[in-house]
């Protein structure tokens, strides 16, 4: 089917043409609907489409499986879709195609591959995948005028190098970003950007204080409502935690994504029972375990479908900071005497920098004192664009107490705790 139009490159306040924002371009859809079956692509199947890509590769223009459309397998190519689908629904599995896995498996079913009832469809695009990737090569100067640089990559759905700028991004360094992709000989139809366009450039935080991070829980160990945390790279309300929907309570399609998911061949040997909601938005979906597997749904053309799946173990739940600043390990060292008024900390930056000393970016502690527990909290602003990963220096901290430490517990201030403790297993 014929692919969306693209939307038009944006057009500067002078009128110049720029390089269109990636949030801009519409992803390549298809008109087809699947029945929502999610499993992987059978390898025969998919050595079919890999032959005949590479048979047409001038024109062929990438492959995917649309999750939104219920499943449904996809082909691109830049010529008329209509003969491709044809060619394709009566192409029947061959010795000599190219393996999709190693060894190559055995060939039991040569039907055609439209009788094979899987949902494909073939879409029209502007940009064939070696043209993409070209331009992908051809970027070799790109992001020379964005502060922190730029990383590209081939983003398939929307037919497009996606350009992902490092930092902030202004009219002034959009237009010298379009005038390098320009020079390089590149389209602008072939290549997009991603990010927010602002009005001037960010003031820099200023080195000084973090604040306002640590959350104390109450005399029962509950956390308001509103608190996020993190888990393993999930986000979340910690004071939903105690009052999970259970599986039988939720949407039916919901349910159904999940027991489908759990009678699959991979499923069967996951926690069977206590599943529960764990957030749902109208457009995705996530519901855990017991044991904290997860298992993930979006809202697709044909209802709520599966997306993903894993977790399993326990993590660490952290509170989030924000998302100029980094993360600070730190180790108490030496061991403070009960007497003690300050405590001195190691503290080394956990995220890439290039090996260069913190300085300035450490920010002073978040301390908060209770009568059983000093908690505190660091961080650090990270540095502007791609850091290399060489071990990074670290840094003594004195942390000055309001009274002497006594029996109390150092605690760091952004881990909230271990999730089976807080979900009281």
Request: proline share 8%; hydrophobic share 40%; with cysteine.
């Amino acid at each position: 089917m014929p692919a969306d139009e693209s939307v038009a490159p944006a057009t500067g306040g002078t009128d110049r043409v720029l390089l269109e924002r990636c949030q801009d371009v519409p992803a390549i859809t298809t008109d087809v609907v699947g029945d929502g079956t999610l499993g992987e692509m059978d390898p025969v199947f998919q050595g079919v489409l890999t032959t005949y890509a590479k048979e047409h590769v001038d024109t062929f223009g990438g492959r995917w499986i649309d999750r939104s459309a219920g499943g449904v397998v996809v082909m691109a190519f830049i010529d008329d879709p209509e003969p491709h689908l044809a060619e394709l629904l009566q192409r029947r599995p061959s010795p000599d195609d190219i393996a999709a896995v190693r060894p190559p498996p055995e060939i039991t079913d040569d039907r055609p591959l439209g009788e094979w009832g899987v949902a494909l469809d073939v879409v029209q695009v502007p940009n064939s995948r070696r043209e993409i990737f070209s331009a992908l090569d051809d970027l070799d100067t790109a992001g020379e005028t964005v502060p922190g640089g730029v990383a590209a990559y081939p983003d398939i759905r929307k037919n497009r190098v996606h350009i992902e700028p490092q930092a902030y991004v202004t009219e002034e360094i959009l237009t010298g970003l379009t005038e390098e992709v320009l020079r390089d000989g590149l389209a602008l139809g072939v290549v997009c950007w991603w990010g927010e366009l602002v009005d001037e450039a960010p003031e820099p935080i200023d080195p000084g204080a973090l604040s306002d991070v640590i959350v104390v829980p109450d005399e029962d160990g509950n956390y308001p409502a509103g608190t996020l945390a993190t888990c393993e790279g999930l986000t979340f309300d910690l004071g939903a935690l105690g009052g999970l929907t259970p599986l039988e309570e939720i949407d039916p399609g919901l349910q159904a994504v999940v027991e489908d998911w759990l009678g699959t061949g991979e499923g069967q040997f996951w926690e069977q029972e206590g599943w529960s909601l764990l957030y749902e938005d109208g457009e995705s979906a996530r519901m855990v375990s017991p044991d904290w597997s997860y298992i993930d749904a979006e809202m697709a053309a044909n209802g709520w479908t599966w997306v993903g799946a894993g977790g399993g173990g326990d993590c660490d739940v952290r509170v989030p900071l924000p998302e100029e600043l980094g993360e600070v390990e730190w180790t108490v060292s030496p061991v403070p005497e009960v007497s003690d008024t300050e405590i001195r900390v190691t503290a080394t930056e956990r995220d890439c920098a290039s090996g260069e000393e913190m300085g300035d970016r450490l920010l002073d502690p978040h301390v908060v004192e209770t009568d059983d527990v000093v908690w505190i909290a660091l961080a650090v602003i990270q540095p502007i664009g791609g850091q290399e990963c060489p071990s990074n220096p670290s840094t003594e901290v004195v942390i000055q107490l309001d009274e002497p430490l006594g029996d109390r517990e150092i605690r760091d201030g952004l881990v909230i705790g271990s999730l089976t403790a807080l979900l009281g297993s």
